[in-house]
């Protein structure tokens, strides 16, 4: 059957996914130009007009799934309610144990990007989003006498830093916590960054 003519956006697209689905069957530093061609049935030259290396097409899959999960928690601290409930959203969702679905592209990534410039640049950039992204509602929060918070950007790093420790242990190992640990930690670190009590969380 013929393939449908892709323009050069929606092609791209699909170079993408399909490289993000082979980084998760065979990992960022063992996945192939080759392998993502036979995926979709095109040459490897195909790919490498859009992705001249093979490393810019991995640093360009992780950011194209990691900007998904980006968009979400955006979506969720902009919510039309208080900062102590945006950011609990938003903790619960990053976390292991929430719908996040990047935990192990983003392992494969960190570890790759020891070696690979490109995907080290990229990956950088999009976590000092995610902590500009927390420290902007903390500080609005402490501003609108919430709660304390004399520096949110180190608040900021402190959880993600928490949360992207328990995705290692989630991801790498077979579930050495019960998701209610996991969730009672949680709470526990952003009351704790916030100053409040941990029932404020639920108020």
Same mark, same amino acid.
Do not use: H, I, K, Q
């Given at each position: 059957m013929a393939r449908v003519r892709l323009n050069v956006a929606e092609r791209r697209e699909e170079l993408l996914r399909a490289t993000v689905e082979q980084i998760e069957i065979r990992g960022a530093s063992s996945v192939r130009i080759a392998d993502v061609a036979s995926a $979709?049935?095109?040459s490897n030259a195909l790919v490498l007009y859009h992705f001249s290396t093979k490393e810019k097409l991995v640093a360009a899959a992780f950011a194209y799934a990691a900007e998904a999960d980006l968009a979400h928690l955006r979506k969720l601290l902009a919510r039309r309610t208080t900062a102590v409930r945006r950011? =609990? /959203?938003?903790? =619960?969702?990053?976390?292991?144990?929430g719908q996040a679905k990047g935990w192990r592209l983003w392992i494969e990534g960190w570890a790759a990007s020891l070696r690979e410039p490109a995907l080290r640049e990229v990956a950088g950039d999009l976590d000092r989003q995610w902590k500009t992204e927390l420290a902007e509602v903390i500080e609005q929060g402490a501003a609108a006498g919430e709660?304390?918070?004399?520096?949110?950007e180190s608040a900021?790093?402190?959880l993600t830093a928490l949360l992207d420790?328990?995705?290692v242990q989630m991801t790498s190992y077979e579930g050495p916590l019960a998701r209610a640990t996991m969730l009672r930690w949680t709470d526990? /670190? $952003?009351?704790?960054e916030l100053g409040i009590d941990e029932s404020a969380l639920t108020a």
């Open positions: $979709l049935g095109v950011l =609990r /959203a938003a903790v =619960r969702w990053y976390a292991p144990t709660f304390r918070c004399a520096d949110p900021a790093w402190r420790g328990l995705a526990e /670190a $952003l009351a704790r």
